[in-house]
Structure formats: C-alpha cells, structure tokens
C-alpha cells in the first residue's frame, strides 16, 4: 500500500517551453504533498508543500511563478516549470503524506528526470 | 528540526551487518528519528523510525541511545540491493522531511 506514482519519469524540452509533472498517490488519501528538487550529487531540497485545496507554500528562493503547484485532489498534485531554461534541468521528485499511516510519514514517487536543452 | 551529522561514505560486505551511525545532539523531546534511503536515480525510501524506544522491522533495526542524542541504523544482513544513500532525519510528528547529505553506503561482493 501507499504508493506514489510520478508521470512522466523522463521529459526532454526545449528551452522557454513549459512542461508539468503529475503525482498521484494511487491507494490513499493525500491531504499534503511535497515536491522536491535534486541536482546531480546532491541532496534533496524542498521545493514547497501543497495542500488539498489551497495556495502552495514555496520554500524560500524558490519562484511561485515559475513553477506552478497544483493539488486540486486528494490525489493528485501537478507542479508545471514555465519557461524552462537549462538550469531548470533536475530530478523532482513528489511526496504525499498518507494520514495513519507510520506516524503520518511520506511516501515518495519514484521521480522524474527534466533535461531542458 | 535538529540537524544530524552523517559520515559521508561506508562500505560493507555483502552478508555482513551494516551499522550505520547519526549524531542529533540537539534533538528535542518530541522530535522522532526517521530513516531513508535512496538508490540512484529513484525517490527515497522510508526505512524505519523511532522516538526513544529501539524499533525493528522487516528492514533494519534503530538503536537510539538513552539520552537519545544518537542512534544506529542497522541493516542485519546487508545485500548489494543495499547500495544506497541512507539518510538520518529528525523531525516533529508531521513535521517536514529535511534531508541532509546521508551516508553513501557500497556494499561490496
């Protein structure tokens, strides 16, 4: 139980393109959902928290305009990178918390790799 | 959330036990230790996590010391599937995940 998909899991665009990356929790509920960020031989880094029906919260220095969060369901939230540049390039990976579960952890997605040319 | 303190790189031979350790000095009282792990290229994967008390399951054991300002992941029997980066995470219950440069664990034949 408690599994997060992500879709796509590999997207290449091109540079000023818009792309959006889908997570689902696919056998629960999920109130909050989490994207996160991870360049090449680093940690992960929290991008912002998205409830169910309201205004993501962005993690300081990341653009609310740029990328886009989405949570309209309980299981499902989108996070859409506009106007991607190259430095965009990164795996983001999404995490849904799954109420009664573990003390309420997080399940993660498998990922998904952008590569913005 | 407190800050842990990781060795950055372990081997481990295959069949053998893995220990291992995080430093969270400044953890407070209702704070919990969470482990994960991640394999290259996937999401990370929720291990095992504790409060005061060690904790067992299917994948590891947590050994928290007494004055809980430590503690041990132990993996009983580790496998090359094991390769990871495993990462120590206090947090409050419901509180965020921050993941800090985990330990890069090879397990080797």
């Known amino acids: 139980g408690a599994v997060v998909s992500q879709h796509p899991s590999r997207v290449i665009c091109k540079s000023g393109t818009s792309v959006k990356i889908e997570c689902r929790s696919l056998?629960?509920?999920?109130?909050?959902m989490f994207w996160y960020r991870q360049f090449p031989k680093q940690s992960l880094m929290l991008m912002a928290t998205?409830?169910?029906?309201?205004?993501?919260?962005?993690e300081q220095g990341v653009e609310k305009d740029k990328f886009l969060i989405n949570h309209a369901s309980l299981t499902l939230s989108t996070l859409t990178v506009t106007s991607a540049h190259p430095e965009d390039s990164s795996f983001y990976i999404c995490?849904?918390?799954?109420?009664?579960?573990?003390?309420?952890?997080?399940?993660f997605g498998p990922g998904t790799r952008l590569t913005v040319t | 959330d407190a800050k842990t303190t990781q060795p950055p790189s372990m081997d481990c031979a295959e069949g053998r036990a893995a220990n291992l350790p995080c430093n969270h000095s400044?953890?407070?009282?209702?704070?919990?230790v969470y482990w994960y792990r991640q394999i290259h290229s996937q999401g990370p994967q929720y291990i095992i996590h504790?409060?005061?008390n060690n904790e067992t399951n299917e994948m590891a054991s947590l050994i928290i010391t007494e004055d809980r300002k430590s503690s041990t992941l132990i993996l009983p029997h580790a496998t090359l599937r094991d390769t990871a980066v495993y990462y120590c995470?206090?947090?409050?219950?419901?509180?965020?995940?921050?993941f800090g440069a985990g330990t890069t664990v090879t397990v080797r034949a």
């Open positions: 995490s849904a918390r799954s109420p009664g579960t573990y003390d309420d952890g997080q399940y």
């Open positions: 056998d629960f509920q999920a109130t909050t």
């Open positions: 998205s409830n169910e029906g309201s205004k993501a919260t962005y």
């Open positions: 400044t953890i407070s009282g209702n704070e919990y």
């Open positions: 504790g409060l005061k």
């Open positions: 995470i206090v947090r409050l219950r419901r509180g965020e995940l921050s």
